[in-house]
């Protein structure tokens, strides 16, 4: 069992640990512990687990323990966030991001807490600077040679974020970068998709929505599909992947022309985050009003 969860770790931490000193063993487990919670939508267990691997950890003296305290880190921010605790989540970012660039600054981890900071900016109502941080970041990494191969997944995962902040934002600028972002996001996604496809299928769910807000024609539109029946096949399978699929659903009933059963997965998909993820709750019936998806406007 131990040897599993070791294993399982290295898809969040880039590497596959073979022997593992006493002082990584803790917060490994501690880590994945947090990462079943967050599946499980119990973000205070989530939050409760993730602190108490941070403090395990304590001052991190090699890169893999950095790297753990990053991965720790991003658990706990991301509990905050969905609590709305906002500028609770933005401290934590900024802690972690300011110690990494004080241990390993250029480095892919350093550009990873950027990331980080970047989302809790987006979510505390600052679309537009993350857009803008997040660009530069992929713009930087692409002349950065010396991180090598490995930036080209970081590279996604800014992009990622930037058509998230694009599509929250709303605005002439955003469309511009969403354009932009959806443009050099698929040509890496395409070289990634046989090696990292869950990576992708998240990074190709906000191209999706994104080409769906951006679309002018048929074609635009049944791309916007593709990329979304695509994240659809290879997200992974928990239990808040499978709710957090009918807004998926949901777009692609609207693309094709089915408004009023696409009303009906939105409203669905809703009611069931009031509980579970309530930030995701508040956010979709923002979306869905503005663009006339209630189900009051059937």
């Known amino acids: ?43 205070g267990l989530q939050h409760q687990i993730a602190l108490a691997a941070i403090e395990t950890i304590g001052t991190p003296r090699t890169p ?5 305290l990053i991965s720790a880190s991003e658990l706990v921010v ?13 401290e934590r970012a900024a802690q972690t991001r300011d110690l990494v ?37 992929f713009t930087r990494m692409r002349h950065a040679v010396e991180l090598g191969e490995d ?17 929250r934002a709303g605005s002439t600028d955003g469309r511009r970068f969403a354009a932009r972002a959806c443009h050099e996001g698929d040509i890496l996604a395409s070289k990634l998709e046989a090696f990292v496809p869950s990576v992708v299928a998240y990074y190709r769910q906000r191209s999706g929505f994104a080409q769906a807000w ?16 695509w994240s659809l096949k290879h997200r992974r399978v928990s239990t808040r992947d499978c709710l957090t699929s009918g807004m998926i659903v949901g777009e692609i ?15 669905f998909t809703r009611e069931r985050f009031e509980d579970k993820l309530p930030r995701k709750y508040v956010s979709a019936g923002a979306m869905l009003s503005s663009r006339g998806l209630l189900a009051a406007d059937l």
């Open 253 to 267: 009933q609207l693309q094709r022309g089915e408004r009023e059963q696409a009303i009906h997965t939105f409203a």
């Open 151 to 167: 930036r080209i997944t970081e590279q996604l995962q800014a992009l990622q974020l930037v058509l998230s902040a694009a599509k």
């Open 78 to 90: 991301d509990a905050l966030s969905g609590d709305e605790r906002h500028a609770e989540a933005r």
């Open 214 to 229: 951006l679309a002018t024609g048929e074609a635009a539109r049944r791309g916007a599909i593709d990329m979304l029946e």
């Open 64 to 68: 893999e323990l950095l790297e753990m």
């Open 101 to 137: 660039n004080a241990d390993s600054p250029r480095s892919l981890l350093a550009y990873r807490a950027d990331r980080h900071y970047a989302r809790v900016l987006e979510l505390e109502g600052d679309p537009g600077e993350a857009m803008h941080r997040q660009m530069g970041a």
């Open 1 to 43: 069992m131990e040897s599993s969860v070791i294993v399982d770790l290295s898809q969040y931490l880039g590497r596959r640990f073979g022997v593992v000193d006493d002082d990584r063993i803790a917060p490994l487990r501690m880590i994945a512990s947090a990462r079943q919670a967050r599946q499980a939508m119990n973000s």
